[in-house]
């Protein structure tokens, strides 16, 4: 949010810096993410001067060029001008050697000393356009014969210098939406710094506010109450609707507005003025005299102001005429509600919308304004008829005309303040101090919240509808804490702590361990946002029922917390790619969502009917080096997955051996794959991603995916001890059979087998070799498998180890029809 300084300072009495200002708006809350200096003219029209034309007379060598001399107070110059129109005895504009021009189109320029057709040029007069004041660039600008050669132009065109503030408004302060509600902060910060001074804050004076005649005939209907509590307006005949001042323009460029005429312009300002929106609407086009604020049926078209057709869900709140809608309450107007260049007879209104409406309707639709950003984050209902009042005498002011009817001000619920019980007991607590309780009271009155009982002890105080974020005790706390001075609370001498136990295992640590281990091998972690598009599950992996929907989304692509990490994690490999990098390693832990078939008795540690899991993910694609002239590059495949996986599991101390292993075809994301199952729990799921997910993401390379259930894994992590054991003094011996098996065997088979042989000695099987050929069958393959033999105790003899091979290659034979070749 843009505030401006100059405006800032209409509503307070200060002459502090913008620099110090920001610093006392940040340490209050309202944090300033960025200060900068404007111009009402770009350049500010720095170094021009008015200078008076002594002579013109043609260039000798140019029949377009003119040589004049010009007087700009200090010296006389001599100038060649192009333009058709300069002429002996002008007061114009003259750009001098080394000044820099800001154009109304183009880039700027650097006015140097040149000659031109053999003749010198030390300067350059300027057309309207060439000093960013217009369009026209007809010929120079040619001013009144009073002006003064050697006055400085931004002091004749009275150029306005500004800061822009700006501010990073937190959801929450919507009470600091607008000039007077950042001022309001900010006297409140200046008296309480400054404690004794007057005060402060000076808002605009309506006390001029009368009904001219009462002419106008107007009815206003609210037939939905609870949507909109409140809906004023009045009539105001006889404006005329053309360019604003320079300085209402001059307030709208400064916050970023661009200005469109001087009604809109008013209705703008006052909107950034006081945080009360408002629409004008043409008079002459409310069909039968009508303003009914109700909810138009499902499906009615409705055009905004950009031509554009929206079909209304039947929530949306519209403000019509006897005949159609004219506009969309306190979001935007309709194609026909506004004022044109012919309109004299203007309709004001100023309402109050409920805040769950406004934004269900904006989130929708999509549309985000001005006008929706502070009703749905709370308007002041109080504010509503001020602001009118302002609107209208402004109106009068610029643009004419008379107030034709009384303020039209329909308020059937009035809405009336909170009342907090204020202890001073809680202050002290939650602050860590004990603040005056002058200084307290003080503090309170100068942000509007009033005192209406006073004890020893605790006030009961009354809350002004605008700070809607203030409901509670602590919330007075935060208010006072926030003008009294973070930094004013010392820190105390001692240090007081809890000794409290850690829960095992530590979640934290285990993660850690493995994303460091996981980054050490070359993968990067990621992070999505736990909320995705609704899109992604319209798919028959996933039944609707148990998708977690948001009841007011932010986007369409934020609609439903995520069933799986599986679609950022795609999302990110295709944002990479689309910047040519396709050779990635990532990994991200995080939590998915479900709605839960079976209702469970509610616990104290999760939300009745809902289940989130922690899940880890891991994505490989591309090559497994970057390409180098010492070695070819290498695609990832499915089994540089599982290593990396397996690898992670075993440092968790996993018991992968124990868990069983099925191969996947064509299921759910994968194309072909692997389950590990482990006490009837998945434990993971990994293998190729399946061309339908490519070519959802526009992928053009193999993707290789992987899904760990992590609250299973800390589950397991202390079921079985790591046990540490000395070097061994004697040597492994290694002993490899060639196997001849069928093609569906696995080698987790061969490998499980040989384990529950010899669990003594077997310290590892490992295979490496696979031979496929027709010579030796169809339907078979060969394995060539080494085994890893070890005794802790002494060297064992080859009689012992021919004993362990034999029985080894006995039950192979046995259990798989396996053949030694």
């Not at 000659?115 to 300067?123: F, Y």
């Not at 307030?251 to 703008?268: A, E, M, Q, Y």
């Not at 769950?356 to 002041?380: C, L, M, P």
């Not at 290659?809 to 053949?819: D, G, P, R, V, W």
Request: net charge negative.
């Amino acid at each position: 949010m843009n505030i401006s300084y100059n405006w800032l300072r209409e509503y307070i009495n200060t002459h502090s810096s913008p620099q110090q200002i920001a610093e006392w708006l940040t340490a209050c809350g309202l944090e300033v993410e960025g200060l900068e200096k404007t111009e009402s003219v770009k350049g500010g029209l720095s170094g021009m001067l008015i200078g008076e034309v002594l002579t013109c007379g043609k260039h000798p060598d140019a029949d377009r060029l003119s040589l004049t001399t010009v007087d700009i107070g200090n010296e006389v110059v001599p100038i060649v001008c192009g333009a058709p129109n300069v002429a002996k005895g002008q007061k114009v504009v003259v750009a001098p050697v080394g000044t820099t021009l800001y154009p109304t189109s183009g880039e700027s320029f650097q006015i140097k000393k040149v000659k031109i057709r053999g003749q010198e040029s030390m300067g350059m007069i300027c057309a309207e356009d060439e000093l960013g004041l217009g369009d026209s660039h007809e010929g120079i600008m040619v001013l009144d014969q009073n002006a003064i050669p050697g006055t400085p132009a931004a002091d004749y065109f009275k150029v306005e210098t500004d800061w822009r503030i700006e501010i990073g408004l937190t959801p929450n302060r919507i009470d600091a939406a607008s000039h007077l509600g950042v001022a309001r902060d900010l006297a409140a910060v200046i008296s309480h710094l400054k404690a004794g001074s007057e005060p402060l804050l000076q808002k605009p004076d309506i006390s001029s506010f009368k009904v001219d005649e009462k002419s106008s005939d107007i009815e206003i209907i609210i037939e939905d109450p609870d949507a909109c509590p409140r809906y004023a307006g009045l009539c105001i005949a006889g404006v005329k609707v053309e360019d604003s001042p320079d300085w209402l323009k001059n307030r709208l460029r400064t916050i970023g507005l661009k200005p469109i005429n001087n009604i809109v312009d008013i209705t703008n300002f006052v909107l950034h003025e006081t945080g009360q929106p408002l629409h004008a609407f043409d008079y002459d086009k409310i069909t039968g005299n009508k303003v009914i604020v109700k909810k138009s049926p499902k499906g009615t078209p409705f055009f905004t102001l950009d031509e554009e057709e929206l079909e209304l869900t039947g929530e949306d709140l519209m403000i019509c005429n006897t005949k159609d809608p004219m506009c969309m309450g306190g979001i935007l107007g309709g194609i026909h509600s506004g004022v044109t260049e012919s309109t004299t007879h203007i309709f004001l209104e100023s309402a109050y919308f409920s805040p769950a409406n406004i934004r269900r309707s904006s989130k929708h639709h999509a549309i985000n304004t001005d006008a929706s950003f502070r009703f749905e984050r709370g308007a002041d209902p109080q504010m509503t008829l001020f602001a009118l009042k302002r609107a209208a005498l402004l109106i009068k002011k610029i643009a004419g005309g008379k107030i034709t009817s009384e303020v039209l001000d329909e308020y059937p619920g009035p809405i009336n303040p909170a009342q907090v019980n204020f202890r001073y007991e809680t202050a002290d607590n939650l602050i860590g101090k004990t603040i005056e309780r002058d200084v307290i009271k003080n503090i309170l009155t100068s942000l509007e919240i009033k005192i209406k009982e006073e004890a020893e002890d605790n006030l009961i105080l009354e809350i002004p509808p605008f700070k809607v974020d203030v409901t509670r005790e602590a919330d007075v706390v935060e208010e006072i804490l926030r003008i009294y001075g973070y930094n004013n609370v010392e820190l105390p001498e001692r240090l007081h702590s809890s000794i409290v136990s850690t829960p095992k295992p530590d979640k934290e640590k285990l993660q850690n361990i493995a994303s460091d281990l996981l980054s050490s091998r070359g993968f990067v972690e990621i992070m999505n946002n736990s909320l995705t598009k609704a899109a992604y599950y319209n798919d028959d992996l996933f039944d609707e029922q148990s998708i977690v929907k948001i009841l007011n989304p932010l986007s369409q692509d934020l609609g439903v917390m995520r069933r799986t990490l599986f679609f950022g994690g795609m999302e990110t490999l295709a944002w990479n790619q689309n910047r040519k990098i396709h050779d990635l390693k990532v990994y991200e832990f995080g939590n998915v969502y479900e709605k839960e078939k079976v209702k469970e008795k509610p616990r104290t540690d999760k939300l009745p009917g809902y289940h989130e899991q922690r899940v880890l993910d891991i994505f490989m694609t591309g090559h497994l080096q970057p390409e180098s002239w010492k070695q070819p590059q290498k695609p990832v495949s499915l089994f540089d997955l599982k290593a990396e996986a397996t690898h992670l599991l075993k440092r968790m101390n996993i018991p992968l051996e124990d868990a069983d292993m099925e191969e996947l075809q064509a299921e759910g994301f994968l194309e072909t794959g692997l389950r590990y199952m482990l006490k009837n729990q998945l434990l993971m799921e990994l293998g190729e991603v399946s061309r339908k997910y490519l070519k959802l993401f526009d992928l053009k390379q193999e993707v290789f995916y992987a899904t760990i259930n992590w609250e299973f894994v800390l589950q397991l992590i202390d079921q079985k001890p790591i046990v540490f054991k000395e070097i061994p003094r004697f040597p492994e011996v290694r002993r490899d059979l060639a196997l001849l098996i069928a093609k569906d065997v696995r080698f987790a088979q061969i490998e499980k087998l040989a384990y529950a042989t010899e669990r003594k000695l077997l310290r590892n099987v490992r295979l490496f070799d696979i031979y496929l050929d027709e010579k030796i069958g169809k339907d078979v393959k060969s394995y060539a498998v080494s085994f890893t033999l070890q005794d802790e105790t002494k060297t064992l003899t080859d009689k012992e180890i021919d004993k362990v091979m034999d029985k080894i290659a006995s039950t192979l034979k046995k259990e798989l029809n396996a053949t030694i070749r």
